[in-house]
């Protein structure tokens, strides 16, 4: 993968996610848009959490800023994604440069570390108030707090909240603005669902004076997913040291993606392995990132090698030693797959050190039967170029038992219709492992892979939301075993043409890629 330039930059670790969400209704002179505030991660002195603001109008908004207090004892600590300052225990983050403009619908996300357990109040957004819906009626019971999910099944989600003092008549659950239970107790079970979806819950009392407002939403997800964490094959790169890495547990919760590809392992010197060539295996950004993602339910691929940076396959001198290298990626993290990311002159265009990262998967395989091993590099738009032709014939000669062979369909030069380039690389790949393997058509697609670039790629190549959704469908249908993208740091918001490091350069849904290669298992 290119534009690969690393820069330093921690993040707490994510456990679990929830929304609360608030319709914000603004002054005539402002626009309204919806806050929705929600923890992330808790911890016993104090939590990670997430504002997402949308515009909930028909029309595009250019800015904003949400406000809110902290109780005493509470504090703003680091953030990403807004321009957050502090005067006392009142907080105001403000859009930046790349995501202030919402159209119609859209939303963005900004996160925060808070120092204390205390949630924010008095919240607005655009000067408008958080609380949002009509104002409660006199005589109207108070907001339930409390809300909770005690369980889910494939077709339902089970919910309880605390009760509510004074008279109250009963209860109304809502999913956005529909009422999906009425019930007079403090719990019931919304069901008739589909299987592996997502959904977020209110609630409010009433009685004969009125509706209370709404409680904080909690999201809960139907079980009877056929992918995530019983697949690898969607594992989108994720890279902790750049382009303000998101916490891996907001993605998950947001997408249902379970597994990461996490970017780089380099040689830390000779034929040792380290975080962009410098982080120890087991401390730093990566290794918390990786406790993470585990913490929430997923797992993980190490990317070894990828375009920048000095790399294991020239450093260690043997075949034997570079098996050893990729061993101690393995046993650190217990691994049950890897990524060899050849791509660069240095590697993929050697012969040499191409024969000794086969000679080294073939090893490796030997030594961890059940471990899955993946080979990534690039095409033309027609298929493997000489010295991919060459990677995979070599890898049937010396019968390295690679698991996966995936091409990047990207900064080739693949024009305006980059689904028709995609599929004809992939078609190219196809009949180069058939030639090498003697492999069926159908063996030859269980054997491939397709790693994409979201959005703008280097070369400016456009890739959007609806060209990777007919990818997915199309590598989907042919039974790819690996189907990923560089990168979920980049899969946000950014229109205006720009290839940076934490947005994609087009207009899209914050997460859109990732929930668009969610659904390929």
């Known amino acids: ?65 949400v406000q809110f207090d902290l109780p005493a004892g509470s504090t703003v600590g680091s953030a990403w994604d807004a321009q957050v300052s502090s005067s006392g225990q009142h907080v105001t983050a403000r859009n930046l440069s790349w995501n202030g403009a919402l159209s119609a619908g859209a939303s963005t996300s900004f996160g925060f570390i808070v120092a204390g357990t205390g949630d924010p109040t008095n919240c607005t957004v655009n000067g408008a108030s958080c609380s949002g819906g009509p104002t409660t009626p006199p005589g109207a019971p108070g907001t339930p707090g409390g809300l909770r999910v005690t369980g889910t099944t494939a077709s339902a989600v089970s919910l309880a909240w605390n009760a509510v003092g004074g008279t109250v008549t009963g209860y109304r659950v809502y999913e956005g603005s529909t009422v999906r239970a009425t019930v007079t107790g403090t719990s019931t079970t919304v069901s008739g669902l589909a299987a592996c979806s997502a959904h977020s819950y209110t609630v409010a009392a009433y ?7 709404r ?18 094959a969607v594992a989108p790169y994720l890279y902790p040291g750049w382009g303000d890495p998101p916490a891996p547990a907001t993605v998950m919760s947001a997408t249902g993606v379970k597994w990461f590809t996490i970017a780089f392992v380099l040689s830390g010197g000779g034929c ?14 990566h290794a918390s990132t990786i406790a993470a993602i585990r913490a929430a339910g997923g797992d993980v691929i190490p990317s070894i090698g990828g375009w920048s940076g000095n790399k294991l396959g020239p450093n260690c001198s043997s075949a034997s030693a570079l098996a050893g290298a990729y061993q101690q990626v393995i046993n650190a993290f217990g691994l049950k797959a890897i990524d060899i990311d050849i791509e660069n002159s240095d590697e993929f265009e050697n012969e040499v050190v191409q024969d000794r990262i086969l000679g080294a998967l073939k090893i490796v395989k030997q030594n961890n039967p059940g471990l899955k ?103 989907k249908a042919r039974g790819l075993s690996r189907f990923t993208f560089w990168s979920v740091n980049r899969d946000r918001p950014c229109p205006g043409g720009g290839v940076v490091s934490n947005c994609s350069g087009i207009a899209q849904n914050t997460w859109e890629f990732t929930s668009i290669s969610a659904q390929f298992n």
């Not at 009685?207 to 407002?213: F, H, I, P």
């Not at 939403?217 to 056929?226: E, F, L, P, S, Y």
């Not at 995936?406 to 196809?430: C, H, R, W």
């Not at 190549?461 to 990777?468: G, H, I, K, Q």
């Open 215 to 232: 409680s904080a939403a909690v999201a809960a997800n139907t079980t009877g997913c056929t992918g995530g964490g019983g697949s690898m």
């Open 207 to 213: 009685n004969s004076a009125g509706e209370s407002a």
């Open 373 to 475: 091993t993946i080979v990534t590099f690039g095409t033309s738009t027609t298929g493997p170029s000489y010295y991919g032709t060459r990677l995979i014939n070599q890898a049937a000669a010396l019968g390295a038992n690679i698991d996966t062979f995936t091409i990047m369909p990207f900064d080739f030069g693949g024009g305006a219709n980059m689904y028709q380039s995609t599929v004809n690389a992939a078609e190219g790949l196809k009949n180069t492992l058939k030639t090498a393997f003697g492999w069926s058509d159908a063996t030859a697609y269980a054997h491939m892979g397709i790693s994409g670039m979201n959005g703008l790629s280097d070369q400016q190549e456009l890739t959007s939301p609806a060209t990777w959704t007919q990818i997915r469908d199309w590598a």
């Open 272 to 285: 040792t392995p380290a975080w962009d060539g410098g982080g120890p295996l087991t401390g730093g950004a």
């Open 1 to 65: 993968m290119k534009l690969r330039s690393p820069r330093a930059a921690t993040f707490a670790v994510a456990l679990a996610a929830a929304l609360v969400a608030a319709t914000v209704v603004a002054p005539p002179a402002a626009s309204a848009a919806t806050a929705a505030f929600a923890r992330t991660s808790t911890w016993s002195s104090g939590y990670e959490a997430k504002f997402t603001v949308t515009n909930n109008t028909s029309t595009a908004i250019t800015s904003w800023d």
